[in-house]
């Protein structure tokens, strides 16, 4: 990474400085050289304040003066720090590195070369992760709300793997236990129904209704409808199932239910281009001993004590909030017991992290799953729990809450329906996954350049036109390109020049959104990223000619820019999980 060259360079300046005696350094060594992007653009490329680590004002700024005199010196004597062009100081202490012009634009062959790989780094260095997202209940459709944690997840793992981690994508069906039966207890109404029979709906303890049901009165909401169909279909018409005990009956209806509706997943998430490793089945833990075995662990470790009859885990010996029932005063075990068996069952296939991303209404399972890791004898930081918030649409600039009991949920097919599965992904993702996010359907459904889910594919769509219309003219831009000598440009016109440098620098910055996303998380960084490549392509393209250049090492070394945007611009729609398109209506304008 040129930032890790910049950090290297600067770190072996101190080192060398301190040997002359110019400059004493800390008692506890060298503090980390920190390397960042200036606030303004006019400082440079790279910034550090590691001056005002070694000393206060108005000594750090004497510090700094010494470090940028002594690379300006001995910078140009080493071929690896060739790079650079100057390195000044401001303020108290802060020294910036600027980059020779003629450098950054040569790197555009390499960005070319570097193909689908373009922005690779290896923060992970091959360590293992497994990433567990959505992991809905089968109980029902995928709707707007679970589903964001389909697109982050998604898209964190695509990025984690260009970041040198081996991710494994999973989703865990929680397919036993209370909510099975509940589901059973629906779909039978319905199959009565269907066959004509005297049907009620199912009454919780409180004696009101309880279970999945469709609203009623509404023609297009009949999923449940439609599942019971299925079951009636495999089961002699319900001549198998019906006449069952009610308890074996409304089991034996739920699993058959449940298998349906994780096909509908399924195909809900290939629609979607969200993409797994492993389906796991939360059943399969009690069929092979795993949730016996995961008590056991723990009883012999010692982390589990008798309190009114039920089994309780000591997860606030690790920091939880609260101590977890495993097992009720009934024997009847938890959901927790499922929990324990789960984790275990990851860190026993040898992972070195384990990441879930999870709904707002799992704030418990924090401190839940970081204890359960320590109970087996790992560290807190083994998981992480990525918490996301809760998503509302807006219509006609009202945004609205869905809720299942007023009726008014909308599943991902249905918004897929309506705006089409990319420009889903992007507005789910543009939106940090800690903050609200307000899905504007009128946006998202408009098909110009002013749907921001659209300005990436629009801005690939036009680098390829522009290239199209460069054969059309008898020109090969991708042999020429790589011939070029990209410094030319610096004898440009300043405005042509600076649009030049603006994207060359733009596109240079993929490796870093790589890494701040597989360090932070925080995948909606990718979203900003592409919509600044491909602001940045338009006004090179606006400004720099390339058919009508003064010359062919011009329109060569233009050529090569054009390709390496269209490179790093297919990269980020391939991480984001959307189609790189090469022809979109309006987005093809290369005239000159």
């Not at 790079?83 to 555009?108: C, H, M, S």
């Not at 495993?326 to 040898?350: C, F, M, P, Q, W």
């Not at 199209?468 to 008898?474: F, I, M, Q, Y």
């Not at 004898?491 to 994207?503: F, R, S, T």
Request: charged share 25%.
């Amino acid at each position: 990474m040129i930032r890790a060259t910049i950090q290297r360079m600067i770190t072996a300046a101190i080192a060398a400085l301190h040997e002359r005696g110019e400059f004493a350094l800390p008692e506890a060594g060298l503090p980390l050289v920190e390397i960042e992007r200036p606030q303004q653009a006019q400082h440079g490329d790279y910034a550090t304040t590691i001056a005002l680590k070694l000393a206060r004002p108005p000594q750090s700024r004497a510090i700094a003066a010494q470090i940028a005199a002594y690379l300006n010196e001995t910078a140009p004597l080493v071929p690896a720090y060739d790079l650079v062009e100057a390195v000044t100081t401001a303020g108290p202490g802060f020294i910036n590195v600027r980059l020779k012009p003629e450098w950054l634009l040569r790197q555009a062959r390499a960005l070319i070369e570097a193909g689908p790989d373009v922005g690779a780094v290896d923060v992970g260095r091959g360590s293992s992760i497994n990433l567990e997202f959505v992991s809905a209940n089968p109980t029902g459709p995928v709707h707007i709300g679970n589903g964001r944690g389909g697109f982050i997840g998604d898209t964190l793992g695509n990025v984690l793997r260009a970041a040198g981690y081996a991710v494994t994508k999973e989703y865990y069906f929680n397919d036993a236990g209370a909510q099975i039966q509940k589901l059973g207890g629906s779909i039978e109404y319905y199959m009565r129904l269907a066959l004509g029979q005297p049907a009620t709906k199912p009454l919780g303890a409180d004696g009101k209704e309880e279970g999945y049901f469709d609203s009623e009165g509404d023609p297009d909401d009949t999923f449940y409808q439609g599942v019971a169909r299925l079951v009636l279909a495999e089961t002699n018409q319900g001549a198998e199932v019906l006449d069952l005990p009610v308890d074996a009956r409304t089991a034996v209806i739920g699993k058959r239910a449940a298998q349906h509706i994780i096909q509908n997943i399924r195909a809900t998430m290939q629609r979607l281009n969200i993409q797994f490793d492993v389906w796991f089945n939360e059943a399969s833990l009690v069929t092979t001993g795993e949730v016996l075995a995961g008590i056991e662990t723990l009883r012999d470790g010692g982390y589990l004590f008798p309190q009114d009859g039920a089994t309780w885990m000591e997860t606030t010996r690790f920091g939880d909030d609260k101590d977890r029932v495993l097992i009720k005063s009934d024997g009847e075990r938890t959901y927790a017991a499922s929990d324990v068996a789960y984790i275990r069952n990851k860190l026993n296939r040898g992972f070195d992290r384990l990441i879930y991303v999870l709904g707002a209404d799992h704030h418990g399972y924090v401190g839940r799953l970081k204890a359960m890791a320590q109970m087996f004898g790992y560290t807190a930081d083994k998981a992480h729990v990525l918490i996301y918030q809760h998503v509302n649409l807006k219509v006609d600039g009202k945004s609205e809450r869905m809720s299942k009991r007023r009726g008014n949920v909308i599943t991902l097919d249905d918004l897929a329906d309506l705006v089409g599965p990319d420009v889903m992904r992007f507005f789910y993702l543009m939106r940090s996954a800690d903050t609200h996010l307000d899905f504007d359907l009128g946006l998202a459904m408009k098909q110009g350049e002013e749907n921001p889910g659209l300005s990436v594919q629009y801005g690939h769509a036009r680098v390829a036109g522009v290239l199209r219309k460069a054969v059309e003219a008898g020109f090969h831009p991708e042999s020429e390109a790589l011939s070029a000598d990209l410094a030319v440009l610096t004898n440009d016109p300043p405005e042509q020049l600076a649009a030049e440098l603006a994207l060359i620098r733009e596109l240079l910055k993929l490796e870093e959104i790589i890494e701040r996303i597989a360090l932070s998380l925080e995948p909606h960084h990718l979203t900003k990223y592409g919509m600044d490549v491909a602001a940045a392509f338009h006004v090179f393209y606006d400004r720099c000619p390339m058919l009508r250049a003064e010359s062919a090492e011009v329109r060569n070394a233009r050529f090569a820019l054009t390709l390496a945007a269209r490179t790093v611009l297919a990269r980020v729609l391939t991480l984001l999980g959307m189609a790189a398109p090469d022809r979109m209506e309006r987005a093809t304008d290369t005239s000159e």
